[in-house]
């Protein structure tokens, strides 16, 4: 029976068996903690939480600023592995940063950030790219939290791949230019096919895991497949990973840092 558990369960329950599917590194691991399902962060009494949005955050702030990528699509391989989430809370913790962050809602099956961020919109991605209005402006809600801009999608698609496949997905990232970084929400990777006409148009993506839940086997495919398009993968992100003690062995490189820059931020997110 251990012999058949061991050999036939290939979900995540190590880092070890990322790093034997795929070469991609593990550039965050959020902790398992109770928050509140909005924009808002992690509470300031939760260390461990806001810690591991701390390290996501700094890992991606040096590209971003260097400005070696700007459109980032965050994907997972199913559902139910908490992108929507780690999307929302990104961008807070972005924002505190002085970027100029806008969240692009690309779900266009079950679009969520609306309810995540608790924002009041009329209007949405898919009236856009169908062609019903022109006035993007219109349709992004400001200031949804403190330093971030949301494009909701409102209204569930019947053929999504055939909108992103319209040339106004290209005037769509045109409008982007004000910002300092965008954050696409898109559906579970291996679900449905939209997901790809997205990763040819962003300059990397971020792959959503969750422990316990993923398999090697999701992970693999879904890297493969991005690899395939010649799309960069920034690295992968673990959700719900196993709660452990805030020491210098958990995350080993930016341990050191994290504590030094707690002298001069008092609230790192």
């Known amino acids: ?36 399902q909005t924009g808002e962060l992690p509470d300031k009494k939760d260390l461990k939480a806001r810690r591991d949005y701390w390290i996501l955050r700094a890992r991606l702030q040096k590209l ?33 940063y002085h970027l100029k962050v806008l969240v692009v809602d690309a779900d266009l099956h079950q679009p969520k950030q609306h309810i995540l961020f608790n924002a009041v919109c009329e209007h949405g991605l898919s009236e856009f790219l169908n062609g ?40 769509l990232f045109e409008s982007f230019e004000k910002y300092d970084v965008v954050l696409f929400d898109t559906p579970a990777f291996l679900a449905v096919p939209d997901v790809l006409e997205l990763a040819k148009n962003v ?23 991005l690899e395939s398009l010649d799309t960069k993968i920034l ?19 930016t341990g050191r840092s994290y504590r030094q820059s707690k002298k001069t931020v008092a609230d790192p997110l």
């Not at 300059?203 to 993923?214: A, D, F, M, P, Q």
């Not at 690295?235 to 995350?251: C, E, F």
Request: hydrophobic fraction near 35%; aromatic fraction near 6%.
């Open 203 to 225: 300059e990397g993506v971020i792959v959503v895991t969750r422990w316990g839940y993923t398999t090697s086997g999701d992970i693999q495919s879904v890297c493969d497949h």
């Open 235 to 253: 690295g992968l992100v673990v959700n719900q990973s196993p709660s452990r003690k805030v020491t210098d062995s958990y995350y080993p490189k």
């Open 132 to 171: 019903e209005s022109d006035d993007l402006k219109s349709m992004i809600c400001k200031n949804v939290v403190p330093g971030v801009d949301l494009l909701p999608n409102l209204v569930e698609c019947d053929d999504p791949t055939e909108l992103l496949q319209s040339s106004r997905l290209k005037t």
């Open 1 to 36: 029976m251990a012999f058949l558990v061991d050999n036939l369960d290939t979900r995540i329950f190590s880092f070890d068996q990322i790093e034997h599917v795929t070469s991609a590194p593990v550039i965050g691991s959020i902790s398992k903690f109770h928050y509140s």
């Open 64 to 96: 971003i600023e260097d400005g070696a990528i700007r459109n980032i699509m965050l994907t997972s391989p199913n559902r139910l592995e908490g992108k929507s989430t780690i999307v929302c809370k990104l961008a807070s913790g972005l924002a505190r």
